[in-house]
């Protein structure tokens, strides 16, 4: 789905204020660059919209550039709603990327599961057995598989968020329709 010229403009408009808040705070873009582990080019595109900012390294650059209060929650609050993906549309429901937001953000994650392994937890395999057995397409499986990929990097990240699940006997129980899924997701 191409971007509306709108959205082009929003994500210029989001990548200018990056750039001033960075140079407010007297940080070179290679700097920006060591902090994110990433290439001073990759700073310069999101400053100049050509590319959108994950909401981690979003976050990663306001603690860098020590914006705090209600600067900080406008732009996290405006990434929230930028961060909403056509890609997904048909793959989640409505109101989804703001739950994905949240988590991205959050600090502590509790979750408790009667009937499957939460999804920060789940193996490619037995995400994608999961989708298919809840009625999906194999297209469809795939790419809500790759989004609880995308998911569980926050796990891996530098300051990941306590995660603290409950999980039902009967979510380890429950048959998957493939031999030894099961064994590997308990792994």
């Known amino acids: 789905m191409?971007?509306?010229?709108?959205?082009?403009?929003?994500?210029?408009r989001f990548g200018?204020?990056?750039?001033?808040?960075?140079?407010?705070?007297?940080?070179?873009?290679?700097?920006?660059?060591?902090r994110l582990e990433c290439s001073a080019a990759k700073i310069s595109r999101i400053e100049t919209g050509q590319v959108a900012v994950r909401p981690l390294d979003l976050r990663e650059l306001l603690d860098f550039y020590a914006v705090?209060?209600?600067?900080?929650?406008?732009?996290?609050?405006?990434?929230?709603?930028r961060?909403?993906?056509?890609?997904?549309?048909?793959?989640i429901y409505d109101g989804y990327n703001l739950y994905l937001g949240y988590e991205e953000e959050a600090g502590d994650i509790?979750?408790?599961?009667?009937?499957?392994?939460?999804?920060?937890?789940?193996t490619r395999e037995y995400a994608?057995?999961?989708?298919?057995?809840?009625?999906?397409?194999?297209?469809?499986?795939?790419?809500?598989?790759?989004?609880?990929?995308?998911?569980?990097?926050l796990l891996r990240r530098e300051k990941p968020p306590h995660l603290s699940v409950v999980i039902d006997e009967t979510a380890l129980r429950c048959p998957v329709p493939e031999p030894g899924l099961m064994a590997a997701q308990l792994l």
């Open 16 to 34: 200018r204020e990056l750039r001033r808040l960075r140079e407010q705070a007297g940080r070179t873009l290679d700097e920006a660059a060591a």
């Open 110 to 122: 509790r979750e408790y599961q009667p009937q499957w392994i939460p999804g920060l937890l789940q």
């Open 68 to 81: 705090a209060g209600a600067r900080r929650a406008a732009m996290l609050a405006v990434s929230r709603q």
């Open 128 to 153: 994608h057995a999961l989708s298919l057995a809840a009625g999906s397409t194999p297209e469809v499986a795939e790419r809500r598989v790759a989004l609880r990929m995308d998911r569980q990097a």
């Open 83 to 91: 961060g909403k993906r056509p890609d997904l549309d048909g793959v």
């Open 2 to 12: 191409p971007e509306t010229s709108d959205a082009v403009e929003d994500r210029r």
